[in-house]
């Protein structure tokens, strides 16, 4: 347990792609809990390809992130002091925090989680937003129905991998992608995809679509955008349902790119495009929480981390976030 | 009334651009009604959008136009021979029929119109598909709230005309675009719009959005696709709908045009994109046509038609719908 509590700041908006010029670590001042506040010190912080979106000026579903402050993401942490009869000290919480080592908070939005029941970390994963926004886009928008074909976009990903799983569960037929062989490996071998593809190896991805759900796609699941988004659409069933929950392809881009060609097709094929935010839905997340847990017992749900160690080392993981060099959920671990 | 069968076929279908090269214009056989059959004279068609892609090749929602074979298209005519119970001589009928003077049918598919409630032709637009294609989009996808603004595009159409009227009916903020300013003006001045522009003369179409739609959109009922398209998505507000009936931009590509930039803010302002098809919705239809003939007697539906005289003006009249030419239903008066 390090005495200082060292900050990652936002140093100036990105234009492109985001480098580590616009982070700064710095030594901050410790946080001191007032009347009804409570001191976390915070052992893991999710990273998540949303925090792009916020590093950019102008309005979205989140306010943007201030330059010259610390950053924030979902943390996990340990109550340390309390001025707050909610929390106890010894408790585990998790909420929106900040990229430091101690931060304070009146309690609003946090949530006690049981450190025996799962990893910590995996309250950040699994049973955090990455899943709830896995369970809630293919519920709400997605209404699968048993023996259609869900396809899942960087399907190994902390949101991907649970969407593929729970289609799995729910009776679908389930195709992904992601960019490196051992990510596919892992979609069929481990996870119970009925098939996954390499999107940088293997040619036009429309065609690999079409080889790989001849019958169509019913739901697509999309968290890439650009070409996979295009081939997607070209494959699509009619009345299919294209959940748009990312589009992380573009996130770098300084202008909007183009959309997809082939919008004509939404009309033909009476398609369905929607997007959502996972905290819309808090009766979906109930839902989910309560189902999650036992699928993770089951071994329904498997879950895989990449851990970086170390504050410090937060911006590098952010970036090989953007261009995919994780495999699975990306975590930082703080203490 | 002619005694010589004349019909037009596709003589071959067209790459980007159709050309009345692409149509042929010929005397054919006069039907010889068979048992259970009847023989209707036509006396006028409807043209519609949606037949430029039936002259292409390929999957759509309707099998494509064969080329060397008749035309088909939404008519109006009168019984005048019957082989069959369910229709007598006289009796006026509506249906998928030829592009021709006379033609047969078994009955299948036809429905029997009222000549005293409304002129003939207006079972072709607003008593017809194009007043039931408005009411299906708007109320199934649109899900109307009183106040919300509602935008048009190619507002003057057969099919925006009827939207921005039932808009104005439910208590909506109604905004629509054109491209003559004659056009524009009767949008605002006979139908009651609260605002229109003419998207060919006003700038930048995003510019002119922000200014007309201050409170920015909720339902986008899009017809044009391309630049309004795009402009439109902008100017969406959270939980928006944009209701996908056409893309008459796009139908004379030769390739597919990308979409438009900006499908991020899909996700970021959860917004739903969705396509229909008319026929899709019977009970919705059943419902517009109980209601529509007592709105236009009203007078709070008003409608505006171009009729081109004589079957041979039939090519030409499609092509200029293409083109924007026409105002209000393009109708072809055949005898």
């Known amino acids: ?17 985001v480098s580590e010029e616009n982070f700064e ?32 000026e102008g309005k ?33 919480v998790t909420g929106r925090l900040g990229w430091e080592n101690y931060s304070k908070s009146d309690g609003q939005g946090l949530m006690k989680v049981d450190p025996d029941l799962a990893p910590l970390s995996w309250y950040l994963g699994i049973l955090g937003m990455p899943g709830m926004t896995a369970y809630v886009g293919l519920m709400s928008i997605g209404q699968p129905k048993e023996g259609e074909t869900l396809f899942v976009s960087a399907a190994s990903g902390a949101v991907g ?19 490196e062989d051992s990510k596919v490996a892992w979609l069929t071998d481990e996870l119970g995809f009925d098939a996954a ?11 690999k679509l079409r080889e790989l759900c001849p019958e169509g796609i019913d739901i697509n699941f999309e968290n890439v955008g650009g070409e996979i988004l295009e081939a997607a659409l070209w494959q699509m069933n009619d009345f299919g349902r294209i959940i748009m929950c990312g589009l992380i392809s573009a996130y770098n881009d300084k202008e909007p ?43 329904k749900l498997k879950y ?21 060099e994780n495999f699975g959920k990306q975590i930082v671990k703080l203490d």
Chains 1, 2 share one sequence.
């Open 197 to 207: 593809f390499n999107y940088k190896t293997c040619g036009p991805v429309y065609k």
């Open 304 to 324: 895989r981390e990449t851990i970086t160690d170390g504050l410090e080392n937060a911006p590098r993981a952010f970036i090989g976030l953007l261009k995919g």
């Open 1 to 17: 347990m390090t005495e200082t509590n060292y900050q990652i700041l936002l140093k100036s908006r990105p234009v492109g792609w």
């Open 25 to 56: 670590y710095a030594a901050g001042e410790m946080p001191a809990p007032g009347p009804g506040e409570i001191l976390v010190r915070n052992k893991f912080m999710s990273l998540d390809p949303y925090m792009r979106g916020r590093m950019n």
């Open 60 to 92: 979205s579903y989140v306010p943007p992130f201030a330059v010259g402050e610390v950053l924030e993401a979902g943390v996990v942490g340990e109550v340390i002091v309390s001025n707050n009869d909610d929390y106890a000290v010894g408790d585990h």
């Open 161 to 179: 991998s649970v969407v593929g799983q729970l289609g799995k569960i729910m009776g679908l037929r389930v195709v992904g992608c992601a960019g």
């Open 257 to 299: 790119a183009p959309g997809p060609r082939g919008m004509a097709l939404i009309v033909q094929r009476r398609l369905k495009m929607q997007g959502f935010i996972v905290f819309d839905h808090q009766d979906l997340c109930r839902e989910y929480m309560a189902k999650a847990a036992g699928w993770v017992k089951e071994g």
